[in-house]
């Protein structure tokens, strides 16, 4: 065994830091047992650090959001995410006096937008609402009691690309089975598309490969960090078009509305389909306020009650 030290501030920004060199055939149950204890305590230099509290007020408009600067709390990669959203989410939420009684987000996907407005109280519950059956057995798993079993499945699981190729080609049984090879799906195809067809990473990131964005101490603390809140969070399998008339008349209630592109949703989602003008006339009937994005475009459209 070899020990040395060296510093890797830029990227750590813990000083420095001893780099040990074990056998090979050792190394697989050290770093399962550094998982396991990333997720079970959470000193703060294990995990991302802090970052400052941004809202509206510090974000320019014309200029992009840096995601790196808001916490990043789903377990997918989402084509068309809304991370950038999330400080104006914030000041939306936050001038709510008293607290908001409920946001439907009724596109959920990855959920960025519920799971802030949950993390942060911004809303007494969330409501997420989203009709693909392979996401939403994702969100029925962590927010079912199964968090722990799917965290331990992806901090353990090998990757290589043959056990990717066997696992997406293999008929989940159960619901959480089918919430781990989503999670697998969306994190080694590129782009994190999971529409028939996509193929998986190959360069990838700095020429990782599939590895490019498989981060299982990351994503098993993100499942667990959601599933600690989840009596704050109410995840229906359904239309979301529905949700929305269910929660029309009710004067505290906010509504996320993101529907999928209408151009691009082809080759981005399994289900893309939205009744757009239905959608438009059930909006106009809502007593609460609405904040609609549309087509991933950073337009954003307000409709106070």
């Known amino acids: 065994m070899g020990r040395s030290s060296t510093t890797y501030r830029p990227k750590w920004k813990l ?5 040990i060199r074990v056998p090979e055939k050792l190394a697989p149950e050290i770093l399962r047992y550094a998982h396991e204890l990333d997720v079970k305590y959470s000193p703060d230099e294990f995990h991302q650090p802090q970052v400052a509290y941004r809202t509206a007020a510090d974000v320019e408009v014309t200029q992009p959001v840096n995601v790196a600067s808001v916490p990043q709390r789903s ?18 939420l936050g001038c709510k006096m008293p607290t908001l009684g409920v ?39 962590i927010l079912g009691g199964q968090a722990k079993w ?10 290589s690309r043959e056990n990717v190729t066997t696992a997406l080609r293999t008929e989940p049984v159960t619901q959480r089975e089918r919430a781990f090879a989503v999670i697998l799906r969306n994190r080694v ?25 498989w981060y299982p101490a990351t994503l098993a603390r993100r499942i667990q ?15 979301g078009l529905e949700i929305i008339r269910r929660y029309s008349d009710d004067e505290t209630a906010a509504f996320f509305v993101d529907p999928p592109y209408t151009v691009a949703s082809r080759r981005l989602y399994p ?19 609405i904040l609609l994005t549309y087509d991933n475009t950073r337009e954003i459209v307000s409709f106070a009650a």
């Open 75 to 92: 377990p997918f990669r989402y084509p068309g995410g809304k991370t950038w959203l999330v400080p104006y989410i914030r000041s939306w």
């Open 103 to 141: 946001l439907v987000e009724p596109f959920a996907g990855g959920a960025i937008v519920g799971l802030t407005a949950g993390f942060e109280e911004l809303a007494k519950h969330v409501v997420l609402v989203e009709r693909d059956a392979n996401v939403a057995a994702v969100w029925q798993t």
């Open 150 to 159: 799917l965290a331990d499945q992806i901090l353990n699981y090998e990757l």
């Open 225 to 239: 960090e959601i599933a600690i809140v989840r009596e704050r969070f109410t995840f229906i399998e359904g239309d």
């Open 189 to 213: 195809q590129r782009g994190g598309i999971m529409a028939p067809g996509a193929g998986l990473v190959k360069t990838g990131e700095n020429g990782k490969g599939l590895h490019s964005r």
């Open 271 to 289: 289900r893309w389909q939205v009744d757009h003008r239905n959608l438009f006339d059930l909006l106009a009937d809502v007593k609460g306020d």
């Open 15 to 19: 000083g420095n830091t001893t780099v």
